[in-house]
């Protein structure tokens, strides 16, 4: 589309842990302890059990997170409502604008009501508890029950993404009653072709660029 833009980096890391609100329940043990809820795992290896109550329950972990970011964000919206107005845009198309990159991250989900795993881990622990997506940990499956996907320490990957699109700000006082007598339009947000914004000067100026949640 020959907009240009700029990458706002994110210097900061920050871990990036997150699952369902409800339908999981974690467990880990130490090399050498005993644990009811791992009856799978042998007693000499540190490990963990993931059990789930709920079809598509899930669970997210990266020690690691950046978010980059468009950095001339403004920029970026008066070139793509300029392409709107030259019909090179289509209003339903949205611009990633922030990024959630991890160098590593585990994904467990289920897909059963009732599914669980357990896992053995080797590598570099110190702690009764330990985070699934560390690169120097090492995950072995010893008991899978019903059906999951699992995805042991998947490296360089952009889970999340955040993106914006072309909206129209709701009030334009009396210019609306205008519009509707002029262009027989209704009140949905998505009426505005790229002609009528060429012919109206405030209609131009109510576009703007809106990120979607």
């Known amino acids: 589309m020959d907009i240009e833009f700029a990458e706002r980096p994110d210097p900061d890391p920050s871990p990036l842990n997150f699952q369902s609100e409800s339908g999981v329940e974690i467990s880990f043990k130490a090399a050498g302890q005993i644990n009811p809820n791992m009856p799978n795992l042998p007693q000499a290896d540190a490990g963990a059990a993931v059990k789930f109550s709920g079809l598509g329950a899930f669970l997210f972990n990266a ?15 008066k070139e793509i ?29 289920s897909k059963s009501s009732d599914a669980e795993i357990e896992l053995a881990a080797q590598g570099d622990i110190s702690t009764t508890s330990f985070n699934l997506g560390e690169a120097n940990i090492s995950l072995t499956t010893c008991h899978m029950k019903n059906e999951v996907v699992y995805i042991p320490v998947a490296k360089e990957i952009t889970p999340l993404f955040q993106v914006a699109k072309i909206k129209r700000r709701w009030y334009l006082g009396p ?3 205008t519009l509707k007598k002029d262009y027989d339009i209704t009140d949905s947000p998505d009426f505005i072709t790229p002609e009528m914004v060429k012919k109206d000067k405030a209609l131009a100026e109510s576009l703007y660029l809106g990120l979607v949640y």
Do not use: C
């Open 175 to 177: 210019y609306i009653s």
């Open 63 to 77: 020690p690691e997170s950046y978010e980059p970011s468009i950095e001339n964000i403004v920029h970026v919206q």
């Open 81 to 109: 409502l300029d392409a709107y107005k030259q019909g090179r845009w289509n209003s339903s198309w949205v611009v990633i604008v922030r990024l959630v990159y991890t160098p590593t991250a585990t994904i467990i989900v």
